[in-house]
């Protein structure tokens, strides 16, 4: 595997349900980031870890809730979902410091019924 | 609060044709600025990062350019392609590790 990797690539999932998207990057960066993307809307971002450590949540609903258990890996948990919740999650990581320029994984397809 | 505008929204050529897209953002403490293309249902690929320091980046047949003093960067591309046609989506960095994108130009390249 290379780049930015995550699964599922789609998933449909009830209002009640738990569920988890998975975010892995082979590219030794030691910051990952969550964006959500919208119909007709510019990417928002959700979080960003440095370190495994959280330096940003962008007022993202607590039935979001990420998780860094190392440089390598994110996750993103996801419980009692609304239907404007639907989107693509989106991945990506960068090296710390230097240019920062982020590299992004293709996308978890959600919709929520 | 940082914003990241692209015009036109959308754009179509014919296949060959020499194109321009504009991005304008209001940082004017820019690190760096990303552009990116995006296939229908996939992720962002990332094309060029221009630093603040630097005035243009080029890779192939794409030449991004940036001008801080206005706001401005733009993405050209030469002799375009059917293979061309996604939608485009530029970034700007400030002094945080936050992206803030604009809501990208849809080009298509038609034969």
């Known amino acids: 595997e290379t780049g930015v990797t995550q699964t599922p690539r789609h998933l449909v999932m009830g209002m009640t349900n738990k569920k988890s998207l998975k975010c892995e990057q082979h590219?030794?960066?030691?910051?990952m980031y969550w964006y959500k993307q919208s119909a007709k809307k510019p990417l928002e971002l959700m979080f960003v870890?440095?370190?495994?450590?959280?330096?940003e949540n962008n007022s993202v609903p607590s039935r979001f809730s990420p998780e860094c258990p190392n440089s390598s890996h994110l996750f993103l948990h996801l419980h009692t979902l609304q239907p404007e919740d639907s989107a693509l999650y989106l991945c990506?990581?960068?090296?710390?410091?230097?240019?920062?320029?982020?590299?992004f994984g293709p996308g978890t397809r959600l919709t929520v019924t | 609060k940082q914003e990241v505008t692209q015009i036109p929204a959308a754009l179509s050529v014919p296949e060959g044709e020499n194109l321009v897209l504009n991005c304008s953002f209001t940082?004017?403490?820019?690190?760096?600025l990303q552009w990116f293309r995006q296939d229908p249902g996939k992720g962002l690929t990332s094309l060029l990062l221009?630093?603040?320091?630097?005035r243009e980046q080029t890779s192939g047949r794409l030449n991004a350019s940036l001008d801080k003093s206005s706001g401005r960067s733009t993405l050209y591309i030469a002799a375009s392609q059917p293979g061309d046609s996604a939608t485009y989506l530029c970034a700007e960095r400030g002094g945080s590790e936050k992206l803030v994108f604009g809501k990208g130009t849809k080009l298509t390249v038609n034969p």
């Open positions: 990506a990581s960068s090296p710390r410091g230097g240019a920062y320029e982020q590299y």
């Open positions: 590219l030794g960066h030691n910051a």
């Open positions: 940082d004017s403490a820019i690190y760096n």
């Open positions: 221009i630093q603040s320091s630097q």
């Open positions: 870890y440095s370190l495994e450590e959280r330096v």
